[in-house]
């Protein structure tokens, strides 16, 4: 199976070894996204409402990029550094799906990069 690279200057370049996303076949992976503001290099952290919209921007470039949209989302990852952070984020998360919405499950974790609130990751199919 061919692999294509997606790349996009209007989401954060990677902070490691990886990809913001592969597309596979018919499926498009979008590596996690934290609130890093692609034209500044900073963090757009002053609350977790600022931090979760601006991931879902990050992820929307990204799916952009590929041709997609958030209607194209079939499975999204969201890790939180604190799940009592679930419901403000999920606010921001639900407002940019219409319709139906992908599966997806939300896990608390100890630490994320930079010491962020929210990271997401997403599936879509073309």
Do not use: W
Not at 15 to 44: H, K, M, R, T, W
Not at 71 to 89: G, Q, R
């Amino acid at each position: 199976m061919e692999k294509k690279i997606i790349q996009t200057n209007n989401a954060p370049a990677p902070i490691g070894p990886y990809s913001q996303a592969v597309a596979a076949g018919n499926l498009l992976f979008i590596s996690g996204q934290v609130c890093i503001d692609p034209q500044s290099g900073e963090l757009n952290n002053a609350d977790v409402k600022a931090e979760a919209h601006q991931v879902m921007k990050n992820l929307q470039a990204i799916l952009s990029q590929a041709g997609l949209s958030f209607n194209h989302v079939v499975k999204t990852t969201i890790f939180l550094s604190d799940m009592n952070l679930f419901a403000e984020v999920n606010e921001i998360y639900g407002s940019y799906f219409t319709g139906t919405f992908p599966a997806r499950e939300t896990i608390a974790v100890k630490g994320l990069p930079k010491s962020v609130n929210v990271e997401i990751s997403m599936i879509a199919a073309y």
